[in-house]
C-alpha cells in the first residue's frame, strides 16, 4: 500500500473534476492506494485487467475504479467511469510522494558553457556537463551526471534523469522524459564496404523528440545519416529499444520494451508494438498497426490490424524438439503431400475406369 | 594464463578446505591458471565441459580439476570432487591480481548529501553523486560515476561498479554486485489512453534487490507501479535484461542476457532463462523451470521442467525461405491432408463394398 | 539537407582523388547534401538501395552518385563509380559540420590518477575519471563523464564519447570509436551451482578491442574467465549488442543491434550478423557467413554463406494463429501424412493383386 501524502481524502475530493459516477459514499476517507489483492482497509484500488476481477468481492478495500459493466457485482463503494485505468492514473497522483527536483538550482559541481541559455528555473544537478550553445528552457529538470551535447535543445519542463546523454544538435521537445541511461543521438551505424574494410559514412543528421515524449532507461536512438531520426509527439518507448538512424516514429505510438528498429523505417502513428519485435529497415508501418511480441515485420504493411509472426506458445523441450524437426523437413512434408495427391488422383481414375 | 599473484602455491595450498582428493603429487608447484587448451607447465586448470575432453591427453597443465568420472583418463595431477567448476572458482580466488577499490575513501569529488548516512568503510568513488537520506552498510564500494536517489538504501558489502545509476527509494540488499550502466528503479512502462494520447500513470512502488544478488552491464529494472519490484536473494542477472514493474524474481533464479520480462511477470525460485527469451506480463513461473534460448513464453507454466519455443537451428538461407514459406501455408496444408484421409476413407469403402 | 562547412564545392572538387567518372558538368556547384528523394537544387546526392530508383527521374539535385547502371538513366549530373556507398561517405565529409573535440585540453573537473600516462595531445571531457597506471596515446578523446579503470590502455586516435565505461586492464586498439553508454570489460555471467546457490566465478581475463572498431551506444561487452574476450580489428558493433566472456569476433565483422552473443562463441572473419540475432556459447562460425536477422544460431556453421532460422513475415494475427496451432501439432501433421503412405501402399496392392 502506498500511503496519502497527506493524511486522508474523500472519494469525493479524489474525483473531483473527473467523469466519474460515485456508488457507495462519496465522504468515505481513503488514506492509502494498492493493487486489488493486496488492499488494506482504507484503501482505493482499480480494476482494469480481468485477470483480477475475481478479487472484487474478497478485497478489503474502501473504494474501487472500475467500469459500468462490473459495478453491480462491486460490494463496496465504487468510482464508475468508462476509463478506470486513466481516472487511476489521475487519482494515484494524490499518492505521489516522491522526491521531486528543487527548480531553479544549480549544483556547484556542474559544468556548464559560457554560451549555453539555461534558464533560471532550470534544475541542474550535481557533475552534469553542459555543452556550448544548448539552449534548455523553462522549468526543465537535469538529472545529476548528465551530459549534453553542444547546440542541443530541451524544450520546456522537460526531465533527464541521472545519466543521460544526448550528443550534439539534438531537439527534445516539451515534457519529455528521459529515463536514465538514456542515449541519443549516437552515429547511426553506417559503413560502406571498401576493399574488404568498413569506412565509416558520416551521420551528419540529428534527432529530433516531439513533445510529450518518454523514452524508458537504456533505451538509444541514433542521430540520421542525412535526414534527421524523429520521434513523434506523444510518443512512448519502454526500456532498452534501439531506433536506428534517419527512422520516422508516428505521433502516440508505443513500443515495449527490447524492440529493435532498423535504419530508415517508418511506423505510423497510434501504433502498438510488443517487446522484442523487430523492424526490418527501410520498410514503412501504416497507422493504428498492432504488433504482437517477438514478431519480426520483414515488409511494410499498409492496412490497419493485429500482425504476427514467429512461434508463440513456450512447450515442454521434448515436444518442441520434434515439432522442430518437423518444421525443418516442411518442404519434405508438402512434397509427400503432394505425391500422395497424385496417388489419390490416379487411384480414383483407375477405379473409375 | 593467469599468473598467480604471489610467486607460487602447491596444489595441497590451493585445495586447502576444499572438498576434494588429490591423485597425483600434492607438493606439485602451481604458478598460474588457465583453460584446458591453452594450459603452460605449471598451470592448474579445469574440465567441466564434455567440448573440451579431448584437450585432456594432449595438455601441458601440471594440475586439472575434474571430476570422479574423468579421473581415470587423467594422465597428469588431478583435483578430483563432485562439483568442479565449483572447485575451479574458489581456486581461481588465488590469481585474482585485479584492483580493489580502498575501503573506507571518499574522492574529493564525490557529492554527498549530508543527511546521507554513509558508513565509515565505505568506498566512494569520484564523480559519484549520493542523495538525500540515503543509507550505505559497512565495506559497500561505490564506483566513479554512480548516482544514488534519495532514500535508497544499499546493503553490507555491496558493490556498485562504475556508473550505475539508483533511482529514489531503491533498496539493496548485502553482497549484491552491480555492473556498469544498470539502471534500478526507473518508472514502470505505464500509460493510460485517453481520447488517443498516452498519460502517465505515476510509478508509485520501488525496487527490492536481495541479499547476493549480480546484474549484469546495462540490465535495467523499472520500479513497481504500486506493488514494489522485487528481486530474490542469490538472483543473478546477465547483461542487457529489461525487468518491468511489478515482476517478481524468486530466489536463486539465473536470467542470460537480452531477456526481457514483462510487467507483473511471477517468476519462481531456482529457474534458469536462456538468452533473448521473453516472458509475457502477468503470467506465472512456478519454480524448478529452465527456458531455453529465444523461447517466448506467453502462458503461465505450472509444472517444473524445460520449455522451449520459437525455430531453433539455423540453415542454409534458401532451404530457410522454402521452409519459412510452409510454415506461413500449414493450415493450408493440413486441409490437404483433411481431403486426403475423406480420400482414402472413400476409397477403402468403395473397394469393400 | 546538409549545409556545406563552407560556402560552395565544384563536383570537380568534391570528387578529387577518388576513382569516379563525371557524366555532366565538373563545374557544378554544390552547396549542400541530401537524400534523393528530398534533394534541392544545388545538392549532391545518391542512389545505393535500388528502393530508391524511383526519385532518379525526379530528383531536384545537381548531381548523384551511383553506379555505372544507373548512369544511362540518370538525367543530371553524374558521379560514376563502381561503389556508390563509399565514394558518398568520402564526400560526405566535406558537409560535416559537427563540433570536434578540441585536442590537448583536459577539463579541470577530470580527476587523473597522478600514475596514468596521458599524452598531451588527448582530449579529456570534464568530469572523466582515469585510474592509476591508465596510458592513453597520442590524438585520443575521452568524452564527459567516461570512467577509465586502472591499467587500460587506449590507442592512438581512439575516441570515446561521453558516458563510456571501461573497467581494468581493458585494451582499446588504435582509432577505436566507442558510442555512449558502452561497457568494456565488465564480469563475465561465470557462476558455479553449489548446493542450489550460485557462487562467482573470479572473472580474471580482459578484453582486447582491435584497431579501427566502432561500438554502438549502451553494447557492452564482458571480460574473459580466463582467456581474454577478443574483438578483431575494424570489427563493427551495432547498439544495444551483448559480448559476453571468452567471445572472440574475426577481422572486419559486422554486427547489427540488438544481438546477444553467448559466452565462448568464436565468430570469423567478415562475417555480417543481422539485428537480434542469437549466437550460442561454445559455437564457432567460420569467416564470410552471413546471418540474417532474428535467427538463432544453436551450432556451428563450417562454410561461408546465408544461414537464417525462425519465422519470418508478419501476417494477420489470426491467419498467424491458425499457423502457430499447426506448428504446435507438425508432429501429429507428420503422423498422418504416414498413416495416409502406408494406407495408399495397401490401396494399390489391393488393386494390383
Avoid at 486489488?36 to 482499480?46: E, N, P, R, S, Y
Avoid at 453491480?72 to 494515484?92: L, M, R
Wanted: charged share 20%; hydrophobic share 40%; with cysteine.
Amino acid at each position: 500500500m502506498i500511503s496519502a501524502k497527506r493524511l486522508q481524502y474523500t472519494i469525493a475530493e479524489l474525483t473531483k473534476g473527473l467523469d466519474v459516477a460515485i456508488k457507495g459514499d462519496p465522504n468515505c476517507v481513503i488514506t492509502g492506494i494498492s493493487s486489488i489483492q493486496d488492499a488494506q482497509q482504507g484503501c482505493v484500488t482499480f480494476l482494469t485487467n480481468s485477470l483480477y476481477r475475481k478479487y472484487l468481492e474478497t478485497t478489503l478495500a474502501s473504494a474501487v475504479i472500475l467500469a459500468e459493466a462490473d459495478a453491480e457485482a462491486c460490494p463496496i463503494n465504487a468510482i464508475v467511469c468508462k476509463n478506470p485505468y486513466f481516472v487511476y492514473a489521475q487519482i494515484a497522483g494524490y499518492f505521489n510522494g516522491r522526491p521531486a527536483a528543487s527548480a531553479g538550482t544549480r549544483h556547484i559541481s556542474a559544468v556548464i558553457a559560457k554560451s549555453a541559455d539555461v534558464d533560471a528555473s532550470v534544475h541542474v544537478g550535481a557533475n552534469c556537463v553542459i555543452g556550448e550553445r544548448v539552449k534548455i528552457a523553462a522549468h526543465a529538470v537535469i538529472g545529476a551526471g548528465c551530459v549534453i551535447g553542444d547546440d542541443t535543445e530541451i524544450g520546456e519542463a522537460a526531465c533527464l534523469d541521472a545519466n543521460v546523454t544526448l550528443y550534439d544538435g539534438v531537439k527534445i521537445g516539451k515534457r519529455v522524459h528521459l529515463s536514465s541511461g538514456v542515449v541519443i543521438g549516437s552515429d547511426g551505424f553506417g559503413f560502406a564496404n571498401h576493399q574488404g574494410g568498413w569506412h565509416k559514412v558520416p551521420q551528419l543528421g540529428t534527432v529530433e523528440i516531439g513533445d510529450d515524449v518518454d523514452i524508458g532507461a537504456n533505451t538509444t536512438i541514433d542521430r540520421g545519416a542525412i535526414e534527421n531520426t524523429v520521434i513523434g509527439k506523444g510518443v512512448k518507448l519502454d526500456n532498452l529499444i534501439q531506433v536506428a538512424h534517419n527512422v520516422k516514429i508516428g505521433d502516440h505510438t508505443v513500443i515495449a520494451g527490447c524492440v529493435g528498429i532498423a535504419g530508415s523505417a517508418v511506423i505510423g502513428k497510434h501504433c502498438m508494438i510488443g517487446g522484442s519485435a523487430l523492424i526490418n529497415g527501410h520498410i514503412t508501418i501504416t497507422d493504428n498497426v498492432i504488433i504482437t511480441g517477438n514478431t519480426g515485420v520483414s515488409k511494410s504493411i499498409t492496412e490497419p490490424g493485429i500482425y504476427s509472426s514467429g512461434i508463440v506458445g513456450a512447450v515442454p523441450n521434448a515436444e518442441f524438439r520434434k515439432n522442430n524437426a518437423r518444421f525443418h523437413r516442411l518442404e519434405n512434408l508438402m512434397q509427400r503431400v503432394k505425391t500422395l495427391e497424385a496417388d489419390i488422383k490416379q487411384l480414383r481414375e483407375r477405379n473409375d475406369s
